[in-house]
């Protein structure tokens, strides 16, 4: 069954990049869309975006001038980056997997990152 | 795109019914057959409940199901349990390869 675990800092300064990393284990990454989501306090989903195992990316359209997602099958692990945060960008994020660009059926089980001044 | 709106927070009793609305427009959940349904209990992965509108991951149980009418998708819960107390966020295809959440409803078990 596949996992997927988010890593990285848990605390980041405003105005700076914001870099995660989801690593998948249990199966291929191949032939899945892989997303990022975030939940912000008291606030429903965000989608932010999805890399295809081809590298091929989509953004939300919100965030795609600060957002870059990066994709190693080799290492199972998706990145991801963020420029110019915050303090609305403080939330917990999700990685997801998707058979299909609408839909996910794994999920890890985030990563809460606070934006500091 | 702007957010689904879903209601904040629903309830019912233990063995009872609760449907959950999630209400877009003609550019998300009007346009598409592509709703999914989430279950998260806070500090755990979110789980996939429905896609594709009406379709049921094995291992779902039944008593969850999915439906549209027009802009707005629903997610039923029949036969409550206590388990079943959690967030549910409902999402949709948005055309451009886009997709938009719902703002989430806190479902208590009373």
């Known amino acids: 069954q596949v996992q997927l675990q988010e890593s990285g800092p848990g605390l980041v300064k405003s105005s700076e990049t914001l870099s995660l990393t989801c690593t998948v284990s249990g199966d291929s990454m191949r032939y899945y869309y892989w997303s990022w989501v975030r939940q912000t306090a008291g606030k429903g989903l965000d989608w932010i975006g999805r890399i295809y195992t081809t590298g091929k990316s989509q953004y939300n359209p919100s965030l795609k001038s600060r957002v870059t997602m990066s994709i190693d099958s080799s290492k199972n692990q998706l990145s991801l980056k963020l420029t110019s945060v915050t303090a609305a960008d403080t939330a917990i994020f999700f990685c997801?997997?998707?058979?299909?660009?609408?839909?996910?059926?794994?999920w890890g089980q985030g990563i809460l990152v606070t934006v500091s001044s | 795109q702007s957010a689904l709106t879903q209601p904040p927070s629903a309830s019912g009793s233990p063995g009872h019914s609760v449907t959950i609305s999630c209400t877009g427009t003609s550019s998300d959940v009007g346009g598409y057959n592509y709703v999914s349904w989430y279950q998260h209990h806070p500090g755990k992965a979110p789980k996939l409940l429905i896609y594709e509108v009406n379709k049921r991951p094995s291992g779902v149980p039944d008593r969850f199901s999915g439906s549209k009418s027009g802009n707005t998708a629903s997610l039923t819960v029949s036969g409550l349990q206590a388990e079943d107390e959690a967030e549910y966020h409902c999402?949709?295809?948005?055309?451009?390869?886009?997709?938009?959440f719902g703002g989430g409803t806190k479902l208590t078990v009373l």
């Open positions: 997801a997997r998707g058979p299909r660009r609408d839909y996910f059926d794994s």
């Open positions: 999402c949709s295809y948005a055309g451009s390869d886009n997709l938009v």
